[in-house]
């Protein structure tokens, strides 16, 4: 069974710094990892999808690596801001059904 | 163009009743997904429909659960006998085709309270 792990759970910085968010997986035969944003009370927005052959994907200041080999990626948020605040969520799919980890949560200080 | 929807947003039942939640993808995708997400706790899958047919209900997590999408198109989620351990946000996704690469559209979800 595919296991997603987020660290860490909850990170809290001042505006602008720059945010690193990680994701670990158990089973490396996956198709695609997803980086989603959640906000209270909502449901998921995608962020960036990377294929399993991909190394990275950019979106403005959202870039997402993987490292399949090793089960991991990494989702940076440039200069963050407070609008940036929300859990953002792994997703790895192995065919159609993704597996989540638990999120983390970011809080972007003013 | 519009989202997927899901309504109820909310529901509050007391146990032992029955429920139904209900899923209006995105118009076209044949791909509809069921996701459950407990408090603290990411989404975890329950059911996948390519069309009409249940493709893999695997994440089911018992008989009391049970879904239908009999047009292809809107999806009910139903729930009997409900108990306390149920209670969480329900989740619908669908997206284009159903395959490995395609990305989940997620809506916003219905919490379901059991008392």
């Known amino acids: 069974k595919q296991e997603v792990t987020q660290i860490p759970a909850a990170l809290s910085v001042p505006e602008g710094e720059n945010l690193v968010l990680n994701c670990s997986f158990t089973?490396?035969?996956?198709?695609?990892l997803q980086w989603f944003r959640q906000d209270p009370g909502k449901g998921l927005t995608s962020l960036l999808l990377i294929q399993s052959s991909q190394r990275e994907q950019t979106s403005g200041r959202l870039n997402a690596s993987l490292d399949k080999s090793s089960g991991r990626s990494t989702l940076y948020i440039a200069a963050s801001q407070p609008g940036d605040s929300a859990t953002y969520l792994c997703a790895v799919s192995n065919d159609y059904k993704l597996s989540f980890g638990a999120g983390t949560t970011v809080t972007v200080r003013a | 163009g519009a989202g997927v929807s899901q309504t109820p947003s909310n529901k509050v039942t007391e146990k032992g009743k029955y429920v139904e939640l209900r899923c209006d993808p995105i118009s076209g995708h044949t791909a509809l997904y069921w996701y459950r997400q407990s408090l603290g706790q990411g989404p975890e899958f329950l059911i996948y429909?390519?069309?009409?047919?249940?493709?893999?209900d695997s994440g089911l997590p018992n008989d009391r659960f049970f879904a239908v999408r009999p047009e292809g198109s809107v999806s009910t989620l139903k729930i009997q006998r409900t108990e306390r351990g149920d209670s969480a946000v329900y989740l619908c996704?669908?997206?284009?085709?159903?395959?490995?690469?395609?990305?989940?559209?997620f809506g916003p979800g219905t919490r379901l309270t059991v008392l």
């Open positions: 429909f390519q069309g009409t047919g249940a493709a893999d």
């Open positions: 089973d490396s035969a996956i198709y695609n």
């Open positions: 996704a669908s997206s284009p085709l159903g395959g490995s690469t395609d990305t989940q559209y």
